[in-house]
C-alpha cells in the first residue's frame, strides 16, 4: 500500500509538473512576438554595385545560408520588412539563397523565406493549394501551367511596360509558354532544350570523321564501334518508366517530324502519323536485332547520383560506357568536366552534340524543350512584393542585368531564356568551355517545341501508360504497332473519362 | 483486490463533489489514448473512404464531386486490375513460401548448440534492422546492370558471359523483388520460430530417440506439430506484408518492365501520388485494405479455430 502510495505520487506530482510546463509553453507560444533587435533602414539604400554573376553576394546580416527554410533579412530584425515566401524544388539551395541574398541587399523592405521542396514538388504544392496555404512566388514547370491556370492556382501578373519589354526580349517559345489566354502568368527561372550527344574520339577512332545525321547512319556509326570492341552497347536512351521519364521518345519523334497528341488531344499515332510507329520500330531493331542499346538496363531508374553511361569510364581513356545518347544541352557541361565525368579529355571538349537525328535527311531535327518559371500563386497575400521578387527573379535586378538567368548559366549552364544576354562575353567565354559551335547551339534552340498534350489533366496517366507499353513493345512482349495501338486506345479512354 | 476497493474509497472521499463508476473512471483513463486513436488513426480511415465516393483530382478540383461507388468500378474494371492482382498474389505467395522455408532452416540451425550461436543469431537478426527503402537501395545496387556486385560474381565465375539487367528481365524481375523482399522480412520469422523451437520439451526427442524415430520422423512428428502457431503466425504476417509491399517494387523496378512488377499496391501509389486521382487512388487503396482483410480473416479462423489459442 505504501509502495502503491508511492506510485500514485508519482504519477499525480508527473502530472502536475506536465501540466505545469505545458501551461508555460501555451503562455509562452502566446506572447506577442519580441520588438525586433534594430530599426531598419526606412528607405532603400542604392543598389549595390553590380557584382560578378558568379560570385556570392555578401550574406546579409544574421543569414545563414544553408538553412532550411531560411529568412534572410537584409537588415537584421528589420520592423517594417514585408517576408516573401519562395517555394521551390530542391536545386542547388545553396545557390538560389546567393541570388535570396543579393535581392535582399538591393531591396531591405523585404525579407525573403526560401523554402525548397525536397520530395515530391507537384504533389506538395497541389496539398497546399488546396489548403490555401499563402505563398508569395513559386517555381512552375511547363508540364503544370495549363492545368493550374485553369484550376486558379495562379494569378497572371501585372502587365506593365517592364514585364511586357521583357517578354519581347524573350526566344518565343518561352514568352508563348508562360502565357494562357493573353496572359502572362510567369517570369523563366531557367530553359533548355534536348541534344544529341556523342562522343568524338570513339567516333574518330571508330573511323568516322562526323557525326550521325541520320538515324541510318546512326546505325552504321553504332554497329561500327560494336564490331571494333570500342563499346558493347554504343547507343543509350533512357527507357525507364516515370511521369518525367523516357523523353527520348519525344526527341526521335520530333526530330523525324512526328506528333504524339494533337491540339485536341487525339493520338495521331499509329497510322495518321507514322513517325511515331516508325521510331518505335528502329528502337526494337537496334535493342533485339543490331544489340546497338542495352534496352533492359536502359529501363531501370537512373540510380541518384551515378555516372550516366556516356560518362562512366570505357575501355580506354575519352572513351565512355556509350558513344551516343540524347540528353539535356545543359548535361554537356558536366560531360566535359573531368571531375565530372570519366570520359572527358582534359583541355579538350570530347562530348560534343549534333542536330538530332531523324529518319532521313529531310527530317526537321526537332526537339523537346521546357521551361521553368517563377510564378505569383493566386494565394499570395501581397502582389506587390510578388512581382518585385519575380521581376528580381525571373527579370532583371535593380541593375539592369539579367543577374540570377546569367548566374545560372555561368555557374550550372541552365539556359537563359531571354535573347540578349547571350552576346554578353562572359557568357560567350563559358559557353565556349563545353560547346564548340554556339552557332549551331542556337539553331538547335530555335528547333525546340514543347511536349504535346501537356494541357490535358490526364496527361501523365496517358504518357505512364505509354511508356509501359514502349517497354513491352522493346521486349517483344507486343508488336510496335499493338503497343502504340494500346496506347492510343488508352489516350482516347482517358480524354473520354475526362468530358464525363 | 483490496487495492481496487482502497483506491474506489480514496476516489469517493477525494472526489465527493462527482462520483464516477468503476467503468467510467477507466474510460475517462483510456479517453486521452482513444481521442488519439480516433484522430489518428480512425478519422483517416473513414475520411479516406469518403474521399473514395468523390471524383477528387488534385488537378482538377473544381471538378469534385460525389460519384457513390463508381470509383470501384472504375478500379475493377480497369486494364491493370487483374495483372495487378496477379502480380501481387505471386509475389506474396512466393514471398511467404521463400520466407517460410529459409527461416525455418535457420531457426533450425540457430536452435542447434554450436559454437558462438549467440553471433550467429545476431547475424541473422541484422537484416531486420534495415529498413525497406535501405534494403530496396541496397539490392538495386547489387542488381546494377552495368557494375552490380551480382553480375560482378557471376561473371568472374563464367556463370554469365555478359552484365545483364536483373530487375528489368521479364525472366528475372519477379525473383529479383522476391529475394530483396524475403531478405528483408527473413529474420523476424526466423526469431518466432526460434522461439517455438525452444519451446518444445526435450523429452518428446529423447521419447522419440528411445523409440528410434529417424531425423526426418522427429521433425515431422514432433517439430512440425509443436511450430504449427509459430508457422501460422509467419504465414499471417509475411501474406499481410506481401500484399501491402510498395517500398521495393518503387525503388527497384518501378512496377516495370511494362507492368510486370506493378502490384496493387504500387498501382494505388501511382493513381493517388502521380496521377494526383485521390478519390481513384483511394478506391485502390480500400481495395488492397479489403484483400489484407479477407485473407486476415481467413488465417485468424485457421489460427484460433484449433482451440490451441483462445480469443
Not at chain 1, 526494337?284 to 534496352?295: G, P, R, Y
Not at chain 2, 480511415?45 to 477528387?56: G, K, M, N, P, T
Not at chain 2, 495487378?84 to 532452416?105: C, D
Request: aromatic residues 12%; neutral net charge.
Amino acid at each position: 500500500m505504501a509502495d502503491l502510495g508511492k506510485r500514485m505520487f508519482g504519477r499525480r506530482v508527473f502530472v502536475r509538473w506536465g501540466v505545469a510546463a505545458g501551461g508555460l509553453g501555451l503562455l509562452a507560444a502566446c506572447a506577442p512576438a519580441p520588438p525586433a533587435a534594430q530599426a531598419p533602414a526606412a528607405t532603400a539604400p542604392p543598389a549595390p554595385a553590380a557584382a560578378k554573376p558568379t560570385d556570392a553576394p555578401k550574406p546579409a546580416a544574421a543569414a545563414a545560408p544553408t538553412a532550411v527554410p531560411t529568412t534572410v533579412s537584409a537588415a537584421a530584425g528589420a520592423t517594417q520588412a514585408t517576408t516573401l515566401k519562395l517555394l521551390g524544388w530542391n536545386y542547388e539551395p545553396p545557390l538560389v539563397q546567393e541570388n535570396l541574398d543579393r535581392f535582399v541587399q538591393q531591396n531591405p523592405n523585404y525579407k525573403v523565406e526560401y523554402e525548397p521542396i525536397a520530395g515530391d514538388y507537384l504533389v506538395d504544392l497541389l496539398t497546399r493549394f488546396r489548403a490555401k496555404t499563402p505563398m508569395d512566388v513559386i517555381y512552375v514547370r511547363d508540364q503544370y501551367h495549363a492545368s493550374w491556370v485553369e484550376s486558379g492556382f495562379l494569378q497572371p501578373l501585372d502587365e506593365t511596360d517592364e514585364i511586357n519589354a521583357l517578354y519581347a526580349d524573350m526566344f518565343p517559345y518561352n514568352a508563348n509558354q508562360m502565357q494562357w489566354k493573353g496572359k502572362k502568368y510567369g517570369l523563366p527561372y531557367y530553359t533548355d532544350f534536348d541534344v544529341f550527344a556523342y562522343n568524338e574520339k570513339m567516333i574518330n577512332d571508330a573511323g568516322f570523321s562526323a557525326p550521325p545525321a541520320t538515324l541510318d547512319e546512326l546505325r552504321k556509326q553504332a554497329e561500327t564501334i560494336k564490331q571494333k570492341g570500342i563499346s558493347e552497347y554504343p547507343l543509350y536512351m533512357d527507357l525507364s518508366k516515370g511521369s518525367d521519364q523516357m523523353w527520348d521518345y519525344w526527341m526521335y519523334t520530333f526530330a523525324s517530324g512526328g506528333h504524339l497528341l494533337d491540339q485536341a488531344g487525339e493520338p495521331t499515332y499509329p497510322d495518321k502519323d507514322k513517325v511515331p510507329l516508325a521510331i518505335l520500330e528502329w528502337w526494337v531493331a537496334a535493342a533485339n536485332d543490331w544489340k546497338i542499346m542495352n534496352a533492359q538496363a536502359n529501363m531501370e531508374v537512373p540510380t541518384a547520383g551515378a555516372l550516366t553511361p556516356l560518362r562512366t569510364q570505357g575501355s580506354q581513356a575519352g572513351y565512355g560506357g556509350v558513344a551516343f545518347a540524347a540528353h539535356s544541352r545543359y548535361d554537356l557541361e558536366a560531360d566535359n568536366a573531368p571531375e565530372r565525368s570519366k570520359s572527358a579529355l582534359p583541355g579538350k571538349i570530347n562530348i560534343k552534340f549534333v542536330l538530332f537525328p531523324g529518319l532521313d535527311a529531310n527530317s526537321p531535327h526537332n526537339v523537346p524543350a521546357w521551361n521553368r518559371y517563377y510564378g505569383i500563386p493566386s494565394t499570395a497575400p501581397n502582389k506587390k512584393g510578388s512581382m518585385d521578387l519575380i521581376k528580381y527573379l525571373g527579370g532583371k535586378d535593380k541593375s539592369g542585368e539579367y543577374y540570377t538567368a546569367k548566374r545560372w548559366w555561368l555557374l550550372r549552364a541552365l539556359g537563359m531564356a531571354y535573347k540578349s544576354p547571350w552576346t554578353d562575353s562572359e557568357v560567350v567565354d563559358r559557353t565556349s568551355k563545353f560547346i564548340t559551335d554556339s552557332a549551331l547551339m542556337q539553331k538547335a534552340n530555335s528547333l525546340g517545341q514543347a511536349r504535346d498534350g501537356l494541357e490535358f489533366p490526364w496527361w501523365t496517366d496517358w504518357y505512364m501508360d505509354l511508356q509501359a507499353n514502349v517497354q513491352q513493345a522493346l521486349l517483344k512482349q507486343k508488336s510496335p504497332r499493338d503497343a502504340l495501338q494500346a496506347s492510343a486506345d488508352k489516350a482516347r479512354a482517358l480524354k473520354k473519362e475526362e468530358g464525363r | 483486490m483490496a487495492a481496487a476497493e482502497t483506491l474506489a474509497g480514496a476516489r469517493s472521499v477525494r472526489g465527493a463533489r462527482f462520483e464516477l463508476s468503476e467503468r467510467a473512471f477507466a474510460y475517462l483513463l483510456n479517453l486521452p489514448a482513444i481521442l488519439t486513436i480516433l484522430l489518428l488513426v480512425a478519422y483517416p480511415i473513414v475520411d479516406a473512404f469518403w474521399l473514395s465516393l468523390h471524383r477528387y483530382n488534385l488537378r482538377r478540383p473544381e471538378a469534385y464531386a460525389f460519384v457513390g461507388l463508381q470509383n470501384y468500378v472504375d478500379v475493377f474494371t480497369s486494364d491493370q486490375f487483374v495483372p495487378s492482382l496477379g502480380v501481387t498474389l505471386f509475389f506474396t505467395f512466393w514471398s511467404t513460401i521463400g520466407v517460410l522455408v529459409l527461416a525455418l532452416g535457420m531457426a533450425l540451425v540457430a536452435n542447434e548448440h554450436i559454437p558462438q550461436r549467440a553471433i550467429l543469431r545476431a547475424l541473422i537478426l541484422l537484416p531486420w534492422a534495415m529498413s525497406g527503402v535501405v534494403t530496396a537501395l541496397m539490392w538495386k545496387w547489387i542488381f546494377n546492370p552495368n557494375s552490380g556486385a551480382l553480375n560482378g560474381l557471376l561473371y568472374s565465375l563464367g556463370l554469365i558471359s555478359n552484365y545483364r539487367s536483373w530487375l528489368m528481365s521479364p525472366d528475372t524481375s519477379y525473383l529479383a523483388i522476391v529475394t530483396a523482399n524475403v531478405w528483408n522480412t527473413l529474420p523476424f520469422s526466423a526469431l518466432v520460430l526460434l522461439a517455438g523451437l525452444q519451446a518444445i520439451p526435450s523429452e518428446l526427442y529423447d521419447a522419440a530417440k528411445v523409440d528410434r524415430a529417424s531425423l526426418w520422423a522427429r521433425f515431422r512428428h514432433v517439430t512440425l506439430p509443436w511450430l504449427s502457431q509459430p508457422i501460422l503466425i509467419v504465414l499471417i504476417v509475411q501474406a499481410l506484408g506481401g500484399i501491402r509491399i510498395f517500398d521495393i517494387i518503387y525503388l527497384l523496378t518501378g512496377g516495370g518492365p511494362g507492368y510486370q512488377t506493378t502490384t496493387l499496391g504500387f498501382a494505388a501509389y501511382v493513381t493517388s501520388f502521380i496521377s494526383t486521382d485521390i478519390g481513384r487512388g483511394n478506391a485502390w487503396s480500400y481495395t488492397v485494405a479489403l484483400l489484407t482483410l479477407v485473407i486476415a480473416i481467413f488465417y485468424m479462423k485457421l489460427l484460433y479455430g484449433r482451440g490451441d489459442v483462445r480469443s
